[in-house]
């Protein structure tokens, strides 16, 4: 039996890779020219704004509180 030859192999390589390029081209363009589902993505982008806006504000504010809280824990426990 003869072993195959490796250059076929290479040729066919980079016809896959030319191939695999143009159809990634290919699929990109139909996705930018695709207005289908356009308005979905304007509301995730929204949601994922208002949600790192939120978590960082809770974030933030929840540190600046603490010292707030246990001053009045402070407080309650000195009363009773």
């Not at 159809?23 to 990109?28: D, M, S």
């Not at 960082?56 to 603490?66: A, E």
Request: proline share 2%; glycine share 8%; with cysteine.
């Amino acid at each position: 039996m003869a072993e195959p030859s490796c250059e076929g192999s290479r040729a066919a390589s980079g016809r896959s890779r030319l191939r695999g390029a143009d159809l990634a081209r290919q699929a990109l363009s139909r996705f930018a020219a695709n207005a289908r589902g356009s308005t979905a993505m304007e509301y995730a982008l929204i949601g994922a704004l208002i949600f790192i806006v939120a978590a960082g504000s809770i974030r933030y504010y929840g540190s600046r509180m603490t010292p707030i809280y246990e001053r009045i824990s402070t407080t309650v426990s000195q009363a009773n």
